[in-house]
């Protein structure tokens, strides 16, 4: 028995040696060679394949400063600035996961007639950003300084002098550092178009605060970021929410959330104004040419079609209404944008609402390459517009 065992394990060794040396070590591989190799084995399933988003190239872009890209695909694991059910700072993971149904190889969208992965664009997915869970003060300074970072980076393409910002959450308090970061790299002021069920224009101030008040969180980040002077305050250039259906402190809320410039759009007014008017109003506000933070809180949509996310509110649009409306803004000058509050531990066995933020970003990643490619043929190069001053 015992030298039966030890002949399979010299068997093994040698099988083992045999394929250790089977490649010369000194070999110089020609370029037909290597083509082959990626001919045969450079290709992935759905299901298969190390989890970055649409199977894209993966660089952790914050260590490699070097690394040029046009649009950047980074996480921000983070939800400790909740104010009900924590577990965002899974979204990162499962939208990457979620977005396994995608490739550069099947990835042409019909409604552009482009495909996002393909065009001139090198969409690169950066990784997550190493964010505390233990200290928010250190939480927002870590988003802001790797936002930053990753929007100083050179571009691989001659069409944009600065590249485009697509952040997976985490949950909503990310949009202040994000904010924050766009001010630095952009030197100015900007408009944020919201897809959200709530305001997140509250004053922390206005809340019980016995113990003090807290005003970085999940629903103050806009107030926040007025009081930084971060959005435009010119009746001229307002930013937008769309999708609101919350129950307020009372209607004190509205006023102030006016007061800061916003135009408000409930879920319901899609029962009367239907999608177009939804997308017209959008655009008249917001226009074609100042630069557009857009940010996508996951619970705009209703609970029966992404019941994964943190504070659920019935009422919501569809997933199918949503995305006709992401289409029909396709003109939105849009530099940086996130999906926030993907809470996937209580979503369906269905992955309902994960596949639903990956295809958000998907449909964002579309309009991001098509107006920039749209754009510079139309007028041969694209010129200096504000966005990149």
């Not at 952790?60 to 700072?89: Q, W």
């Not at 305050?233 to 959330?257: K, Q």
Request: proline share 5%; with cysteine.
């Amino acid at each position: 028995m015992k030298r039966a065992w030890l002949m399979l394990t010299l068997a093994a060794l040698n099988g083992i040696q045999a394929c250790k040396h089977s490649h010369d070590d000194n070999k110089v591989w020609s370029e037909a060679e290597l083509a082959e190799l990626n001919a045969k084995w450079d290709s992935e399933w759905a299901f298969g394949g190390i989890g970055s988003f649409a199977h894209l190239p993966h660089v952790k872009c914050l260590t490699h400063p070097s690394e040029t890209f046009d649009i950047a695909i980074v996480g921000a694991p983070f939800d400790t600035a909740v104010t009900y059910r924590p577990g965002a700072r899974f979204g990162p993971r499962a939208i990457r996961h979620a977005s396994g149904r995608q490739h550069s190889l099947r990835g042409f969208n019909p409604r552009t007639n482009t495909n996002p992965y393909q065009t001139w664009a090198k969409i690169i997915d950066c990784g997550d950003i190493p964010i505390t869970p233990i200290d928010n003060n250190i939480a927002q300074r870590q988003m802001f300084e790797a936002l930053t970072e990753l929007g100083q980076h050179r571009t691989a393409s001659s069409l944009i002098s600065k590249p485009r910002l697509m952040v997976l959450g985490g949950d909503h308090s990310l949009s202040l550092p994000a904010l924050r970061a766009l001010n630095k790299i952009y030197g100015h002021e900007i408009q944020v178009l919201h897809f959200d069920a709530h305001l997140d224009t509250w004053d922390p101030n206005a809340y019980p605060a016995y113990w003090g008040t807290t005003p970085f969180n999940h629903g103050s980040m806009f107030w926040l970021a007025n009081q930084e002077g971060l959005l435009s305050n010119s009746s001229d250039m307002p930013s937008v929410h769309a999708g609101l259906r919350t129950r307020l402190s009372s209607i004190a809320d509205f006023e102030d959330d006016t007061a800061q410039n916003w135009i408000r759009y409930s879920a319901s007014d899609i029962d009367h104004l239907g999608t177009e008017g939804i997308i017209n109003g959008i655009m008249d506000a917001l226009g074609t040419t100042n630069p557009i933070y857009l940010s996508v809180d996951i619970d705009v949509l209703d609970p029966a079609f992404a019941p994964g996310t943190g504070t659920p509110e019935p009422g919501g649009w569809s997933t199918r209404e949503f995305i006709h409306i992401l289409r029909g803004i396709e003109g939105l000058n849009i530099v940086g944008a996130d999906v926030v509050e993907v809470s996937p531990v209580y979503q369906g066995s269905g992955e309902e609402t994960t596949f639903a933020a990956a295809q958000v970003v998907y449909e964002l990643l579309t309009s991001m390459t098509k107006r920039v490619l749209h754009k510079d043929v139309s007028q041969g190069s694209l010129g200096a517009s504000k966005d990149e001053l």
